[in-house]
């Protein structure tokens, strides 16, 4: 009788599991439909993390850490771009792009200002939540001389997807 429970017992674990694959090859074929509609991300927040700074003076404020982009960086200033983030709000008619969530942005000290992007959305202004994880896309911008200014900006921002 012990044996036979073991066996029930066992079959039963075995088919809970077997549930929780997706075996269907029609699931499988929308997955991946569904994922090749979203275009990749030209930028990466790795990309934009490769920065240097270099200390200078500033007529306003003193002595001041200007950024210095990479190269490759600086070669998507002015081209169209897909990148990927939470939304943060910075005041009642701007938003940026952040490569975390806003409990860990970079406004709470946790991060720099290159784990950021500033945005200005083509067109009407869209109504977004804190933390709406979006793909953008529109024209990249490299700041290195504006200290007041985002180093990074994507200017005639649409929404591609919003997940």
Same mark, same amino acid.
């Given at each position: 009788?012990?044996?036979y429970?073991?066996v029930?017992?066992?079959?039963v674990v ?6 929780f694959q997706k075996?269907s ?6 997955v991946?439909?569904t #994922?090749?509609s979203?275009?990749?991300?030209t930028? &990466?927040?790795?990309?934009l !993390?490769? *920065?240097?700074? @270099?200390?200078? =003076?500033?007529?306003?404020?003193g ?7 990479? #190269?490759?960086l600086?070669?998507y200033?002015?081209? &169209?771009?897909?990148l990927? !983030?939470? *939304?943060?709000? @910075?005041?009642? =008619?701007?938003y ?9 942005c ?9 784990t ?5 959305f ?6 977004? =939540? ?7 896309k ?8 504006d ?8 200017e ?8």
């Amino acid at each position: 009788m012990r044996n036979y429970l073991k066996v029930v017992l066992a079959l039963v674990v075995f088919i809970s599991l077997m549930s929780f694959q997706k075996n269907s090859k029609s699931e499988r074929i929308a997955v991946s439909s569904t #994922v090749a509609s979203i275009p990749a991300d030209t930028l &990466t927040w790795k990309l934009l !993390g490769d *920065i240097k700074y @270099i200390r200078k =003076k500033h007529a306003t404020y003193g002595e001041v850490e200007f950024p210095q982009v990479n #190269v490759k960086l600086k070669t998507y200033h002015n081209k &169209t771009v897909y990148l990927t !983030g939470f *939304i943060v709000p @910075i005041d009642a =008619k701007n938003y940026a792009l952040s490569k975390n969530v806003f409990a860990s942005c970079f406004f709470c000290g946790k991060s720099g200002p290159e784990t950021i992007t500033g945005l200005k959305f083509k067109g009407s202004f869209p109504k977004l =939540k804190t933390d709406t994880y979006l793909t953008i896309k529109g024209t990249f911008k490299v700041n290195e001389s504006d200290v007041d200014d985002w180093i990074y900006n994507i200017e005639n921002a649409e929404i591609v997807s919003k997940i």
